[in-house]
């Protein structure tokens, strides 16, 4: 089972930066894609953005040209850069990854606790 862990949320004001990681842990596992959403109180969870295992992204329109996903190159951590943040972009944002287990040919899905981010002055 890969497990999936948050991290880099915090408090930014509005045109901040801030820079998400997701760590994934597990062995035996191939990922197929991995991606971010996002969910603001009171409100249901969205995609945001997301990487597939050849590299290819695709994004929200609310957060194109603002937000980028990437991984490392061992394809054991992603990232999301966020940058010109508004307070729209406010919300608890998940890690999400769907992956072959080994010996397998099943797929599984996997996600992350949640790390806050919160867009305010």
């Known amino acids: 089972q890969v497990q999936l862990v948050e991290s880099g949320g915090g408090l930014v004001q509005p045109g901040g930066s801030l820079r998400l990681s997701c760590a994934a842990s597990?062995?035996?596992?191939?990922?197929?894609?991995m991606d971010w959403y996002r969910q603001a109180p009171g409100k249901q969870r969205e995609l945001v953005a997301v990487?597939?295992?050849?590299?290819?992204?695709n994004y929200a329109d609310s957060v194109k040209g603002r937000f980028t996903i990437s991984r490392d190159n061992a394809k054991s951590r992603v990232y999301l850069q966020m940058n010109s943040l508004i307070p729209e972009d406010t919300g608890v944002y998940y890690c999400?990854?769907?992956?072959?287990?080994?010996?397998?040919?099943?797929?599984?899905?996997?996600w992350g606790q949640g790390t806050q981010v919160t867009v305010s002055s």
């Open positions: 999400h990854c769907n992956y072959r287990a080994a010996f397998s040919a099943q797929l599984h899905e996997s």
């Open positions: 597990g062995s035996g596992f191939s990922v197929i894609v």
């Open positions: 990487i597939s295992n050849s590299g290819h992204t």
